[in-house]
């Protein structure tokens, strides 16, 4: 969603997907409800670019008749063109929670989806979102962390869209699916052959600390879990959580924060996404400065959007074992071959969180 880097003239480019041809956004954006008598008329490229795994094309429209309160532009998201059969899986992910989740949510939590489909035959999909460019900016340039303010914004936002789903009765029927006892056991028994490759490529730089705490892990997995098997206290999760995930209004703007970027969102225990975001992507001094205030914060607002029975100790405790969990963020990693500047610098700041919050005593 960055800013136009240049305008082309009107047209459709033919590698676009024909749902950008006029009479297809005419048709999209009255079912949304943002276009009454008036038609697109026109469609031009303001920008696009790629980020690791999608194609991303800002889309100028043009109308012939009233269009008062239609979007001027949209966001078109697509496969890269390099994964797109090895990740579709992602795509498909993605568009499920544009078209089945994000119209049962509150309003302004995610950019507003206009059409999205996923063709199993041939894996192509595509997302048509709302264009968030001029009125909302990222925090931040990656890896600075963000300022207070920021993160008492972005975790305010990320609490209502966790309350929003907070043991719903739908979870698991439909929507999203539980992960049986049997596939925990069998992503773990995964997860400690990874495990495995990756302590003997790092020899000696991962100490015989590190690799105690991933054998006790490993081996009080099925215990561990038993969190999440409770069926308790869960929500639907973001997966990625960090801060760059978050669109947060410019300056004079009055509107909420936006997630967006779900492709791994999934049904699990709420406080893996404030781990992630704190213990994985912040080193100790930043976190330190915000952890206790975000998560005073994040149970303040659970509570005041009908969130019940779950104490500040238990968010605690919650948070604890999730910084745990997030020790095997950095070796899944590593296993999908994303690069050392990412994973290295993961599992520093996790393991640091691990010892800071004393969460080997969770083992």
């Known amino acids: 969603m960055a800013r136009d880097r240049g305008i082309v003239n009107f047209m459709t480019p033919p590698q676009l997907p024909e749902v950008?041809?006029?009479?297809?956004?005419?048709?999209?954006l009255r079912r949304g409800g943002v276009l009454d008598a008036g038609a697109v008329r026109e469609v031009k490229v303001?920008?696009?670019?790629?980020?690791?795994?999608?194609?991303?094309?800002?889309?100028?429209?043009r109308y012939v008749g009233e269009s008062a309160g239609a979007p001027q532009s949209l966001i078109?998201?697509?496969?890269h063109h390099s994964f797109a059969k090895a990740l579709a899986h992602s795509g498909r992910h993605e568009v499920a929670f544009y078209t089945q989740l994000a119209s049962a949510m509150p309003p302004g939590?995610?950019?507003?989806?206009?059409?999205?489909?996923?063709?199993?035959?041939?894996l192509v999909w595509h997302l048509l979102l709302e264009d968030l460019t001029d009125s909302h900016e990222i925090a931040t340039q990656w890896p600075l962390p963000p300022s207070r303010d920021q993160a008492m914004a972005i975790v305010?936002?990320?609490?209502?869209?966790?309350?929003a789903w907070w043991d719903h009765?739908?979870?698991?029927?439909?929507?999203?699916s539980w992960t049986s006892a049997e596939d925990s056991a069998k992503l773990v028994e995964t997860f400690a052959g990874h495990y495995d490759r990756f302590a003997d490529l790092l020899g000696d730089r991962l100490s015989e600390e590190r690799r105690i705490l991933y054998r006790r892990f490993i081996e009080q997995s099925n215990r561990l879990l038993q969190r999440y098997h409770s069926r308790r206290h869960l929500s639907i999760t973001h997966g990625d959580a960090h801060i760059w995930n978050f669109m947060l209004p410019r300056a004079g703007v009055n509107d909420s924060?936006?997630?967006?970027d779900?492709?791994?969102?999934?049904?699990?225990?709420?406080?893996g996404d404030l781990a992630y975001m704190m213990a994985v992507q912040w080193y100790p001094e930043r976190r330190q400065a915000l952890e206790r205030l975000l998560l005073n914060r994040y149970h303040e607002t659970l509570i005041a959007h009908g969130v019940s029975g779950y104490s500040r100790g238990t968010l605690d405790q919650d948070y604890r074992r999730s910084v745990l969990w997030h020790i095997t963020k950095p070796v899944w990693q590593w296993s999908i071959n994303i690069p050392p500047l990412i994973w290295w610098n993961n599992l520093e700041r996790v393991m640091m969180a691990v010892d800071d919050l004393g969460c080997e005593e969770l083992l």
């Open 169 to 176: 009765p739908d979870l698991g029927e439909t929507v999203g």
């Open 20 to 28: 950008v041809e006029p009479a297809r956004l005419t048709a999209a």
């Open 109 to 122: 939590l995610v950019p507003r989806c206009f059409d999205g489909h996923f063709d199993e035959e041939s």
């Open 76 to 79: 078109l998201k697509t496969a």
């Open 257 to 260: 924060v936006r997630i967006f």
């Open 156 to 163: 305010t936002t990320l609490a209502r869209w966790h309350a």
């Open 46 to 61: 303001l920008d696009e670019r790629d980020t690791l795994v999608s194609h991303i094309v800002r889309l100028g429209l």
């Open 262 to 271: 779900f492709d791994h969102w999934r049904i699990n225990v709420p406080t």
